[in-house]
């Protein structure tokens, strides 16, 4: 079922507590997109929103119908599917990808060769006399949950580093997904210690 008809049937209980200058498809918006968004203020927008039982501290307005249901909304095609049609991705509070398995299929056959892209530009930041072994050695002993990252990224926004055992490091997960390609430390030494210059 799209959102917005999913969210229509479950805010339309609630249409006596909205305000006046606002509608139901207001309301829809509102849970969709947030306050700012939606074009509501604040203060309206808690007002109204103060008046569901289903409200869930911390989490936005639309999980407060769709989580306890153990369903979720796919951003990428609006429909409002059970968490068994997502991949599962521990970093999401739900425990599941933003996207479903349908649309992350399609974005991935579309993007098919990003991989091969990211291995081109590993390929290209190792210097002949690296020791590869050594390289594929700190691969294999990542611990779970943690990926192996590039101290000073690959493709930075100012600076480019090596893929060279001294610039790989242990990152939780989520940590390396929201460094992306920032570098915001000390220059590496070749004895792989750090100063800041």
Known sequence: MNIEDY?????????????M?????DAVQLFMYGARKAGWNYKTAINFTDKFTEKVKNTKYHTWFLQPKGLKWCKKCNEVLPLSAFNKNISNHDGAQAYCVEC????MTRYSD????????????????????????IYRKCPDGYHVDHIIPLQGI???????????????AKDNISKSNKYDGGWARWDGSTFTP
């Not at 992350?104 to 974005?107: D, K, P």
């Not at 990003?114 to 050695?137: L, Y």
């Not at 100012?158 to 939780?172: D, E, F, I, T």
Request: aromatic share 12%; net charge positive; with cysteine.
């Open 114 to 137: 990003r991989g091969a892209k990211q291995r081109t530009k590993v390929s290209k930041a190792m210097p002949p006399w690296v020791d590869e072994f050594k390289i594929k050695e």
């Open 21 to 25: 200058s606002k509608s139901l498809n």
């Open 158 to 172: 100012n600076v480019c580093g090596l893929h060279v055992p001294w610039n790989l490091q242990y990152l939780p």
């Open 104 to 107: 992350t299929s399609t974005y």
């Open 7 to 19: 969210l229509t049937l479950e805010l339309s209980a609630y249409k006596k507590y909205l305000p």
